[in-house]
C-alpha cells in the first residue's frame, strides 16, 4: 500500500496551502527556510521524504522569489530521494508570455515548464491556464483544474434570472461560450483594441444586454482595465447588472481603486493569489482549496479526476 502523501507550502502560499492541508486531512509537512544576508534563501525538508510522493504547493505570482523557492523545493525533494513530486501552482506566472507575439521575445511559459521538469517535478497541477497549450510544453502529466466548479455553484446561490454571459475580450470568447452552453444562456463579446499592454484604448460591444443580469468572465484580472471598461459599457447599454468572475486576482497598479469605482455588482475571484487588501467591499473570494484537495487525493489514489469537471 501507498504510503501517505506529504504537502508542503511556499511562504507566500502558506494560507492557501494549509485549507488545502486542512480539507485533503492532513497538516503540512516540516520545512525550513534558511536565510542568508544577501538575502538568498535555501529550503530544507525537516522530516524524511525517502520514497514518498509530495505535493509542493505555491502559486508563481510576483515577485520571482515565488517561482525560485517552489524550484529550490523541488530540487531538493529530488536530492532527498522523493519518488513522485508533484508540483501544485494554483497560478502558473509567466502564462500570458506562452507564443512569440513580437520579433526577439522569450516564451516565459515555456521556460518555466524548463525549469519545473529540470528541477525534478514529475507532475504538474494548476488551476485555469491563460492558454491551454501550456500543457503542452510540459512532458510529464499535467492536471489542468478549472475554476468553473467554483464559480458555478456560487452563481446558482444568487438564483439571477435572466443571465448573459459575457467575454471582456476575443481572446476569452471560448471560456464564455462554454460557461453559456452549461447554463443554456446567451453570450456577448467585447472587441477591445490596446494602444499598448495593459491599456486599452477602444471597446465595442458584439451582442444584446439589455435588461440582462451580466456575467463577465476572465482567467484572470491584472489592472482591471478591462473588465470595469467593460462592466461600465454594458451599464450604458442597458445591462440589469454587470457582475465578473476571474480566477487569479493579480491586481496590480490601481485595479482596487478601479474594481470600487465601477459599475461592478461584485467581482467573484479565488484565493490562488492572497489579496493585497481587504477592505474593497465589491471583492468576494470562493476557496479553490476543497477542489485542489479533491484533485490531489485522487492523483495519490491513482483515480480519475474527470468528475471535478463540469464545464
Known amino acids: 500500500m501507498d504510503q501517505p502523501a506529504l504537502l508542503f507550502s511556499t511562504r507566500q502560499s502558506k494560507v492557501l496551502a494549509e485549507k488545502i492541508a486542512a480539507h485533503y486531512g492532513q497538516p503540512l509537512g516540516k520545512i525550513k527556510f534558511r536565510e ?25 505570482f510576483t515577485p520571482d522569489i515565488n517561482l525560485m523557492e517552489i524550484l529550490l523545493m523541488c530540487d531538493a525533494a529530488k536530492r532527498a530521494s522523493a ?5 501544485v501552482i494554483p497560478y502558473y506566472g509567466y502564462a500570458r508570455q506562452d507564443r512569440k507575439d513580437n520579433p526577439r521575445v522569450p516564451i516565459g511559459a515555456k521556460l518555466v515548464a524548463n525549469l519545473l521538469s529540470a528541477a525534478g517535478a514529475t507532475r504538474i497541477m494548476t ?13 510529464i502529466p499535467v492536471d489542468h483544474i478549472f475554476a468553473s466548479t467554483i464559480f458555478v455553484d456560487y452563481l446558482n446561490q444568487l ?5 448573459t454571459m459575457a467575454s471582456p475580450d ?20 467585447c472587441y477591445k483594441e490596446r494602444k499598448e499592454a495593459n491599456l486599452v484604448e477602444r471597446m465595442m460591444l458584439i451582442g ?42 493579480v491586481l496590480s497598479g490601481e485595479a482596487y481603486e478601479k474594481i470600487e ?17 481587504n477592505d474593497i467591499s465589491k471583492i468576494k473570494v470562493v476557496s479553490c482549496a476543497p477542489l485542489f484537495a479533491d484533485v490531489m487525493h485522487l492523483v495519490h489514489t491513482k483515480e480519475s479526476i474527470s468528475g471535478k469537471f463540469i464545464i
Not at 37 to 60: K, M, N
Not at 83 to 87: A, C, L, Y
Not at 237 to 247: C, E, I, L, P, Y
Not at 262 to 268: F, G, R, Y
Open 261 to 277: 469605482a465601477s459599475a461592478l455588482e461584485e467581482l467573484i475571484v479565488t484565493d490562488t493569489i492572497p489579496l493585497k487588501r
Open 83 to 87: 519518488k513522485n513530486i508533484t508540483v
Open 36 to 60: 542568508f544576508s544577501d538575502g538568498e534563501y535555501q529550503p530544507s525538508f525537516e522530516q524524511s521524504i525517502r520514497g514518498a510522493r509530495v505535493f509542493l504547493i505555491g502559486s508563481t
Open 127 to 139: 488551476m485555469d491556464l491563460h492558454a491551454d497549450q501550456i500543457q503542452g510544453f510540459f512532458e
Open 159 to 163: 438564483h439571477l434570472d435572466n443571465i
Open 208 to 249: 444584446e444586454v439589455k435588461d440582462r443580469n451580466v456575467i463577465l468572465v476572465d482567467d484572470m484580472i491584472d489592472t482591471a482595465g478591462t473588465i470595469t471598461k467593460a462592466a461600465n459599457l454594458m451599464m450604458e447599454k442597458g445591462a440589469k447588472s454587470v457582475r465578473a468572475m476571474a480566477t487569479h486576482a
Open 170 to 189: 476575443m481572446g476569452g470568447a471560448k471560456r464564455a461560450n462554454a460557461y453559456a452552453k452549461y447554463l443554456q444562456t446567451d453570450i456577448v463579446i
